[in-house]
């Protein structure tokens, strides 16, 4: 097969080519910018075409710029008539979701589903390394002593290693469209207290509002965009909407991931 990667110079996108490339049994073309654009749908299509399976990771920045770039990779993929689109999404695709990014996920999933291009859905959980920099960002003093200070409740999420959701997207790129979703989860759904005391022994988590949260972020010199979809994102959680615990990860893969417990995920980061 020729299988193309896009955002193959991003650590997930990247290990993926490096999982496809290691067999040498299919040709693997790695998409970068500025040569593949996501915004220009005319070099997406020259990329494409020839491709048999496309493993799309998403694009970031704002939420209605993400929404347009999965639009044109889709629309190419469907013009390069690829048979099999294998493309990250998240747990939470809930159009009525606080998190900026659910409704992109959620409109991507629909453009695929009507594209006539055969599609693996990977809803991965967040990623535990991104979950821990988002704990030691948050660590304040306190009057009795360090303090994590988070608006996400007593919610549990399945953090997921990034090297295992790049395992599983490219195990799914060699395999037929399954046409549905998998969730792409760690083993377990600690509870965010749980991941603090791992990240940060010693510290107390202490659950605040969005708005206080929201505003640390902002005086800290957090861009305005980011420190909304961090505070989107924790509210989400709060919400329970990243608690799901799937099998799906040992299933594609074979084997369990690799860490088997929180502790172990995040300190050995």
Request: aromatic letters at 6%; charged letters at 20%; proline letters at 5%.
């Amino acid at each position: 097969m020729r299988i193309a990667v896009t955002g193959a110079s991003g650590r997930v996108g990247g290990r993926v080519v490096e999982l496809l490339a290691a067999g040498r049994e299919h040709e693997v073309v790695p998409l970068t910018r500025p040569t593949t654009d996501y915004a220009d749908p005319v070099s997406l299509r020259m990329a494409l075409t020839g491709v048999d399976t496309l493993v799309f990771v998403s694009s970031d920045g704002h939420a209605a710029t993400v929404m347009l770039h999965h639009a044109n990779v889709v629309r190419a993929a469907a013009e390069a008539e690829v048979a099999h689109v294998v493309a990250l999404s998240g747990l939470d695709i809930d159009v009525d979701s606080p998190f900026c990014y659910a409704v992109t996920n959620g409109h991507t999933e629909d453009l695929l589903r009507a594209s006539g291009c055969g599609y693996s859905l990977a809803r991965a959980s967040v990623y535990t390394e991104f979950f821990a920099s988002l704990v030691r960002g948050a660590l304040r003093p306190g009057a009795g002593g360090d303090e994590v200070r988070l608006p996400a409740g007593d919610a549990r999420v399945s953090l997921v290693a990034r090297a295992d959701v790049a395992r599983s997207l490219a195990a799914l790129a060699l395999l037929p469209p399954s046409n549905t979703h998998h969730d792409l989860t760690g083993p377990a759904a600690p509870t965010v207290a749980e991941i603090v005391a791992a990240v940060e022994p010693g510290a107390r988590y202490v659950d605040v509002s969005p708005a206080e949260y929201l505003t640390a972020l902002l005086d800290g010199g957090e861009t305005s965009w980011w420190a909304h979809a961090y505070a989107t994102m924790l509210e989400s959680i709060h919400l329970g909407r990243w608690a799901t615990v799937s099998g799906d990860v040992a299933a594609l893969t074979s084997r369990l991931p690799r860490r088997s417990t929180v502790a172990q995920q995040v300190l050995t980061q």
